[in-house]
């Protein structure tokens, strides 16, 4: 099981901000740094942290910190804490 923590610190360094600005009401394009281009790399540092392969129709749903999270359950990845 993966940690709250540990998917704030993959998500801050996808965007350039700290793990502390990552909070569920964020969404795609309502920070400056959460952009087109940030969003790709997220996918990455998703992939690469939690070690899957995000399909591109996933890629296209992940609006938010929750989609996100429930999307990793889609992966068989849990968050707690």
């Known amino acids: 099981m ?3 923590q ?12 700290t793990a ?3 909070t569920d009401e964020l ?10 281009v940030s969003h790709l790399v ?3 540092e998703l992939e690469t942290a939690y070690s899957i392969t995000i399909e591109m129709e996933d890629v296209l749903t992940m ?3 929750t989609k996100i999270k ?3 359950q889609k ?3 849990t968050t707690a804490g």
Do not use: C, M, R
């Not at 540990?6 to 901000?17: M, P």
């Open 2 to 4: 993966h940690t709250q």
């Open 6 to 17: 540990h998917l704030q610190e993959v998500i801050a360094k996808a965007f350039g901000i």
């Open 20 to 22: 502390n600005d990552i």
């Open 27 to 36: 969404e795609y394009q309502s920070i400056p740094e959460w952009d087109s």
């Open 42 to 44: 997220l996918v990455t």
């Open 63 to 65: 609006g938010s910190i």
């Open 70 to 72: 429930e999307l990793l």
């Open 75 to 77: 992966y068989n990845v």
